[in-house]
Structure formats: structure tokens, C-alpha cells
């Protein structure tokens, strides 16, 4: 039985990533949120879990694995049936490759479109890195739904990491209303319907609901 340590559901991006790989496996987890920006409380409790004092962090017995791209390849390579990666070694190698750009990248995007999962709002004023990240984001998503997007609908047809690593800028683009070409549309709609996506924003309704997680930054 895994738990996955996350942060709050309203706002953690990269707890999301791994939740949704594990959701896809079908293997028993339960989830445990640390409630962030509560100093010195959330970095104290992350730190009973993580010696890297972030979340998230995925725990199988003593065994403990930080970071949502590890946590995500850990995933994929212990339950191979899940097939979390392309079969094709080329194809493989571009999922992991837009994956890897988007754990490293688009910070532009990542700070002025903060993850507020469960709340619709105005779009703010760009940056013009921010336009550009938005643009590559679009076009990378535009290129692999062409080219390998006919089999599922997904980036690379079958649901797969690349899909869980970019599962908070659907919920941004989505929540923030950015405008996306019908093609691109279609599949932010077909993620955000996933069981995954779903259930974790409703543990983020409740999380607002219950006056934790409101807008970031205040
Ligand atoms: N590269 C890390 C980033 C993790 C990260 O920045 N997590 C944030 C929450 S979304 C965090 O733990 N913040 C708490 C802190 O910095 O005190 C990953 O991919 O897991």
C-alpha cells in the first residue's frame, strides 16, 4: 500500500503529477496533505517525510521516493502493465523529453498562473516570457496530438507521464481561460474528465470550502 505525501489539492501542481500516474496504476494509495505556506508548521511536517523538505514524496513501506518526476518513473517502471510510457523507444523518448521540459520549465507560467484548481479567474496581464512559454506549450501539444494523439486522444495516444506532467497546465489554462485552438480544447477536456482530475478537485472544493487555499498569492 503507497501513501502519497501532497501538498493542498487548491494549489499543488507537482503533487498532482504524481497522483495522477498513481491513480493510473489501479494499486491501493492513500494520500496525505501537508497544508503549505504555513510557516514554520509545512516545512516542519514535510520534513518528517522528506529529507528534500518538499512535496511530494511517495512512501512504500520504509522505502521513501521525492519528487514527482521520480515518484512518476518509479511508478511506470514497477508497474509496467500500467504501460505509463510510450512502448516505442523513439516515441518513449519524446514523452520523456517533453515531461523533463515541463519539470524544468515555464516558470513564467508557473508564477503568474498559479494552480488554484477549483476557482475561475481573470487572466492577468502577460509577461511576454509568459506568452512565449504558453505559446510552446500549445504548439508541443499540438505536434504530439497530431502525430501520436489519434490512438486515446492523448499526447501520446494512450495516457501516459507526459500526460500527468502537464495535468496542472490544463487546470490552469482551463481555470484561467486561455484561449487554445479546438484540437488542444478537446484534449484538456478529455483530461480534466479523468477520474483522477476529478477527484482531486473535489478534495480542492473542500479544501476552499473549509477556508484553507484561498487565492495564491493573497
Ligand atoms: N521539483 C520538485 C518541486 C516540488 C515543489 O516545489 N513542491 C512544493 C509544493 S507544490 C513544496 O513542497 N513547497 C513547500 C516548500 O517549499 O516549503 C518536484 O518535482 O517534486
Known amino acids: ?9 487548491e494549489w499543488s501542481s507537482w503533487s498532482l503529477r504524481p497522483y495522477m500516474a498513481l491513480v493510473a496504476t489501479g494499486a491501493p494509495f492513500k494520500t496525505e496533505v501537508i497544508k503549505l505556506r504555513q ?40 508497474h509496467p502493465e500500467a504501460r505509463l510510457w510510450p512502448d516505442d523507444s523513439q516515441i518513449r523518448a519524446r514523452a520523456r523529453a517533453y515531461a523533463a521540459e515541463m ?7 508557473r508564477d503568474q498562473l498559479s494552480m488554484h484548481f477549483s476557482q475561475s479567474l481573470p487572466l492577468p496581464e502577460l509577461r511576454d516570457d509568459t506568452k512565449a512559454q504558453i505559446a510552446r506549450i500549445i ?6 496530438l497530431a502525430q501520436h494523439g489519434k490512438e ?8 501516459c507521464v507526459a500526460d500527468c506532467m502537464y495535468a496542472p497546465v490544463v487546470s490552469r489554462f482551463t481555470t484561467f481561460g486561455v484561449e487554445v485552438p479546438a484540437q488542444v480544447k478537446a484534449y484538456m477536456d478529455k483530461v480534466w474528465a479523468l477520474p483522477g482530475m476529478q477527484s482531486w478537485l473535489a478534495a480542492a472544493k473542500e479544501e476552499v470550502a473549509n477556508g484553507f487555499s484561498g487565492l495564491y498569492p493573497a
Open 1 to 9: 500500500m503507497y501513501t502519497l505525501i501532497v501538498g493542498n489539492q
Open 39 to 78: 510557516p514554520p508548521a509545512s516545512k516542519e511536517n514535510i520534513l518528517k517525510h522528506s529529507p528534500a523538505g518538499k512535496v511530494p514524496v511517495l512512501k512504500s513501506g520504509s522505502e521513501i521516493i521525492w519528487d514527482s518526476l521520480a515518484i512518476c518513473e518509479t511508478l511506470a517502471e514497477r
Open 103 to 109: 519539470h524544468s520549465g515555464f516558470p513564467d507560467v
Open 139 to 144: 504548439a508541443a501539444w499540438e505536434d504530439t
Open 152 to 159: 486515446d486522444g492523448f499526447l501520446f495516444g494512450r495516457f
